[in-house]
């Protein structure tokens, strides 16, 4: 395996889950007086993960998805820093629905050009012999997909409890829900690559049998 000869470091870099980190943080804390917050600790932590994977991989290109949330949360920032009162408001209600929004377009905009965001950091786990095999790959695309729902999820919760309600921080439609999505999708992540073994383990050995 390329990247487990690094140590325990990069296996956790390896994880998708901490590489939507940053996007997990925003997206649970941000809301009425809590904007400049959030994206200072979600920038910060981008720009962290970015660091720790070059240090401890010595060089390489940064993933997608880390290119993604530096910029996003960086250019949010900005934003935020020349925004008028009435822009700041706007975005401590709606900067939630927007970062998950952003990271739904992220996650089936790599499925459609090939390249579903979480390749990137399954490629690290595992030989290079099995980056072309059709159970990894569909692996990939399915676990992406989920993060996608996942954070469609959220962002129509927020949607529903900022427009209809009128309420930012309702504790369903702002953190209940929206928390729940997340959990799901870890959950989801963690447990479906174990299925996906089992069964070429099974259908292995059937072919063998047969």
Known sequence: MDSQANGKPAGVL?????????????????????FELSVVLALAVSVLLIVADRIVRRGGAPKLLQVAEVVFFAAM???????SAGTRRWLETYAGEVSNIALVLIAFGSMAVRMPFTLQYAREQVDRAHWQSPAFLRTNYVITGVWGLAFLVAAVAGA???LVLRDPDNLWTGWIIQIAAIVAAVRFTAWYPGVVRARVRREGETGQGA
């Open 160 to 162: 529903y409890g900022d």
């Open 77 to 83: 920032a900005a934003v935020g820093l020349v925004a």
């Open 14 to 34: 390896d994880n998708p889950v901490v590489g939507m980190a940053p996007w997990i943080i925003f997206s649970v804390l941000v809301g009425p007086g809590r």
